[in-house]
């Protein structure tokens, strides 16, 4: 049976798929640093906003149309001198 991974073993791992082989080789002597783990949540972040920023960019999406919004709800008639509401009959003198 396998043991489950240590906070270590995951630190490691995620500095592996980074790509950090210098920081690999030097594992032993780095491995409980106190600013490893936030270097490697900073260079994680990074990336991850560039690639969005690199896919946004090759997908050609400009930026989002402005779509006029309707003057009432749909299904609604505007009222004018033709249809407008009937007024009660006044007596003019």
């Known amino acids: 049976m396998t043991q489950p991974k240590t906070d270590l073993d995951a630190?490691?791992?995620r500095i592996q798929r980074l790509g950090f082989f210098g920081l690999l080789s030097s594992w032993n002597d780095i491995a409980l640093e106190?600013?490893?783990?936030?270097l490697v949540a900073l260079?994680?972040?990074?990336?991850k906003r560039r690639s969005l920023e690199r896919r946004l960019r090759s997908a050609r999406i400009g930026?989002?149309?402005?779509?006029p919004l309707p003057?009432?709800?749909?299904?609604?008639?505007?009222?004018?001198?033709?249809n407008s509401v009937p007024r009660p009959f006044s007596t003019a003198s």
């Open 71 to 82: 003057s009432r709800p749909p299904g609604t008639r505007r009222l004018d001198a033709s």
């Open 34 to 38: 106190p600013w490893l783990a936030k």
């Open 43 to 47: 260079e994680e972040r990074e990336r």
């Open 11 to 13: 630190l490691r791992d």
């Open 63 to 67: 930026p989002a149309a402005a779509w």
